[in-house]
Structures are given as C-alpha cells and as structure tokens.
C-alpha cells in the first residue's frame, strides 16, 4: 500500500508518494495560482490522480490522502478553516476531493505534518517528539503518544508565539516579547545587523559583504574565524532559544526536540552540545535520568510532504 501526500505552500503545490516503509518514492510539484477554494480542491485531486497515473498505481494501492496547509484545519470535518498566504475560509476540501476519488483524506497544519515526518523517520520508535522550525518566525509541531496535538480548534501548538521577555519586542501576533522575536531566523539576522552597526571592526562585515547580505549563516562563519562580536551575538541568540526550549521541556518533556529550518545548518555538534547542557540546566527535571534529547531534524524540505502522507497512518 502506498499514501499519498500534498504539501501545500503559498506558491507550490507538492505531492509525494510514500510507501510502507514511509520513503518517499516519487513527487510532483505544480505552482498555486489560486482562482477560488472550488478549483483549488479540483488541483488537488489533479495531484493525486497524476502522481498515480505517472507512476502506474491504481487508486486500490493507496491507503489514504493527506494535506498539510499553511493554517489550521479541522481534520474531523475534512475542513480547512484558515490559511495564511492563501485566501482560504472554511473549505470543505475532503468534500470537493471526494467527488473526484473516495478515499480517506486526511488534514493538518504544514507545521505539524513536518513534526510527524520527522517523529516516523526518527530512526527508533518514539512516543513524543517536537520539531522546532527555526526561520521567518519559529513553528513547532509537538507530537505526544504519536499523535498530533493542535488544540481544541486547531490554532494551538503555536510555540513560536510563548512569551520569553515580558513586555518585549512587538510580535505581528499582538503580544510582545514572544519567542520568535527571538529566536527565529529573521531575529537571528536582525541582532546580527545590529551586532556589525555597532562594531565597524567585525569580521562579520566581511564574511556577509555588507548589511544588505546577512543571512543567517553570517554569524556562524564569523564565529569560526574567531570574531568576538560574533561569538557575543550567537551566545546571545542561544540563550534565546534555550529558554524557548526550557519552556517545552518543562510542560511537556518531549523524548526528542528536533531543530530545523535555516539556522539549524548553522548548529555543528559542538553548538548541539553546548544548547543541550544550556537547556539542561534551565530544566526542572535536570536531575532525571531519562532527559530529553536535542537533535537536528533528518528530513528536510520533505518533512512536509512525507508527514502529510503519515496523517493516514497517525489516524
Ligand atoms: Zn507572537
């Protein structure tokens, strides 16, 4: 048997065929260009029929169907309730699907379909894991007992948006001081910026070539040629994300903590090593013997597609 996967971004859409041993075995990628919900559920099982067609499997083969969109969704109902990006409003997209092919379909948020591709692909059998996405903003997607924990109506597991310094930076959430004003990347590169206005002398003018060309790799390799500054902001910035971390180790000691996203390419074993006994010695349970493990996410750009196709299989 084969499940089936979309993962639904605000300018592509990508579909993937994942087999029992959830690999992914064959993908398809078309660009949005959203007309109205109705089309946009009909592209949808375009996707899934072509990804079959292409690859000579009947509908018979295939489990079941899964979405991840950029919102959240009630997967009960086989609706979407709001997107970000794309102008989606309580689409009942399991209905539209379903005249085209009868087949479980199955719903869930982008952030959260990542963290359940990473939780299947962890490598040994796991109860919980949380995927902490650390780019324009910070997603997390926290699976408990292998399931999917988005809250009564979908909009929880929103970790980016817990509150790390009171009365802190503005978020575009309507707080302020949230974590991901932090600890993302853009924060990343924000404090970087400011770190270099403040010190002409920084190797971190010349290792990005200017302000304009900070990403979040900057600092990094800034810090590997031995800049203080540098080293400054990235203690910084980790002390961010630790207690971020600290925070979710402590509501929910997850088994494992998997950091993905951009900044994530920059943490080599030394700096993983280093965020883990930060994060140990803000955790309440610091004395236990089973702790929670801070590791690097496996998968990539196709958590996305691979988890979307294991909602089937998470149920
Ligand atoms: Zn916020």
Known sequence: ??????????????AGLVDENYQLVATKKTPLHFVSMEQMG???????????EENGIERSQVASVGMGFPGSV?????????????????????EIFHRRWDVPVYLGNDADCAALGEYYHYGEKLESLIL?????????????????????????????????????????????GCWERYASASALVRQTKAAMEANPASAM?????????????????????GD??????????????????????NIFQPEVIALGGGVSHG????????????????????????????????????AGIIGAALLGVSG
């Open 228 to 249: 203080a500054a540098a080293k400054a902001v990235l203690e910084q910035y980790l002390d961010y994300l630790v207690e971020g971390l600290a925070n979710f180790i």
């Open 132 to 176: 902490v996405t650390l780019g324009t903003g910070i997603g997390t997607g926290i699976i408990l007992n292998g399931k999917i924990q988005s809250g009564c109506n979908g909009f929880g597991g929103e970790g980016g948006h817990i509150v790390i310094v009171h009365g802190g930076e503005q978020c575009t959430c309507g707080r302020k």
């Open 267 to 302: 943490l080599d074993e030394e700096l993983m090593a280093t965020l883990q006994s930060k994060v140990l010695e803000l955790c309440f349970g610091r004395e236990a013997e089973r702790r929670t493990k801070l590791v690097k996410a496996r998968l990539g750009n196709d």
């Open 42 to 52: 009909e592209t949808l099982a375009d996707m899934a029929l072509g990804l079959l």
């Open 205 to 225: 003018w010349q290792v990005s070539g200017g302000l304009e060309q900070v990403d979040g790799r900057t600092v990094f390799a800034a810090v590997r040629a």
């Open 74 to 94: 009630d997967n009960r109902r086989g609706v979407v309730i709001k997107t970000v990006n794309i102008p989606i409003r309580f689409m009942p997209v399991a």
């Open 1 to 14: 048997m084969y499940y089936i996967g979309i993962d639904v971004g605000g300018t592509n859409l990508k």
